[in-house]
Nanobody, 120 residues
Framework: QVRLVESGGGLVQPGGSLRLSCAAS????????MSWYRQAPGKERELVTT????????NYADSMKDRFTASRDNVKNMVYLQMNNLKPEDTAVYYC?????????????WGQGTQVTVSS
């Protein structure tokens, strides 16, 4: 059974930091690119960052690329998102996604998300 479980969300003040974690199981983690998405109220789901099966990262949007950093551990089957200098507009549900690196049609999986709220 494929499972992606996000954790680490919560309430933080503007300027604060959080580190999200995604624990993966039930598939060959090292063959999959991992991505973080987020969805704010009333907004479409947005791609935050992608980290390849070997650790190369691609960041999206100028508003996030200097503040958010993804990493992965292929031994522990974990992916992380370090979020610094958080802003109220970062408030969203953050989702972990796994997609097969070489053959994306073979696997595309989602976690249930973790809530991040940035407010004073």
């Amino acid at each position: 059974q494929v499972r992606l479980v996000e954790s680490g969300g919560g309430l933080v003040q503007p300027g604060g930091s959080l580190r999200l974690s995604c624990a993966a199981s039930g598939f060959m983690f090292s063959n999959y690119a991992m991505s973080w998405y987020r969805q704010a109220p009333g907004k479409e789901r947005e791609l935050v960052t992608t980290i390849s099966s070997t650790g190369g990262t691609t960041n999206y949007a100028d508003s996030m690329k200097d503040r958010f950093t993804a990493s992965r551990d292929n031994v522990k089957n974990m992916v992380y998102l370090q979020m610094n200098n958080l802003k109220p507009e970062d408030t969203a549900v953050y989702y972990c996604n796994a997609r097969h690196q070489r053959f994306p049609t073979l696997g595309d999986y989602w976690g249930q998300g973790t809530q991040v709220t940035v407010s004073s």
